[in-house]
């Protein structure tokens, strides 16, 4: 069984960090998609960041330069640093990982989710 588990939330002041980890149980963060999403209440869900099947790493327009992606694979851990911190990032922050298929492929569809954890920002 899968299991996703996001630690690092909490609350900081605007300009500030935070570092989210994602661990995972039955699963290894290796050639399938593996990101960041966030949702504030009456929005939808949306995607923050991203390490393609390619290995490549994409961010959000609203994020880009501020927040990096980043897998500790003899950890098996997916984390996310968030500098220079802005009172809209405030949401609950979801890591995600796309199940693999018979290798090379993937099944295109985000398969695992986390519980979520808060991160707020206060001006």
């Known amino acids: 069984q899968v299991q996703l588990a996001e630690s690092g939330g909490g609350s900081v002041q605007a300009g500030g960090s935070l570092k989210l980890s994602c661990v995972a149980s039955?699963?290894?963060?290796?050639?399938?998609?593996r990101g960041w999403y966030r949702q504030v209440p009456g929005k939808e869900r949306e995607l923050v960041s991203v390490?393609?099947?390619?290995?490549?790493?994409v961010y959000d327009d609203s994020v880009k330069g501020r927040f990096t992606i980043s897998v500790d694979n003899g950890q098996n851990t997916m984390s996310l640093q968030m500098n220079s911190l802005k009172t809209e990032d405030t949401a609950v922050y979801y890591c995600?990982?796309?199940?693999?298929?018979?290798?090379?492929?993937?099944?295109?569809?985000?398969?695992?989710w986390g519980q979520g954890i808060q991160v707020t920002v206060s001006s």
């Open positions: 390490i393609t099947d390619q290995g490549k790493a």
């Open positions: 039955g699963y290894v963060f290796s050639r399938c998609r």
């Open positions: 995600a990982a796309e199940a693999p298929q018979l290798h090379p492929y993937c099944s295109g569809s985000w398969d695992y």
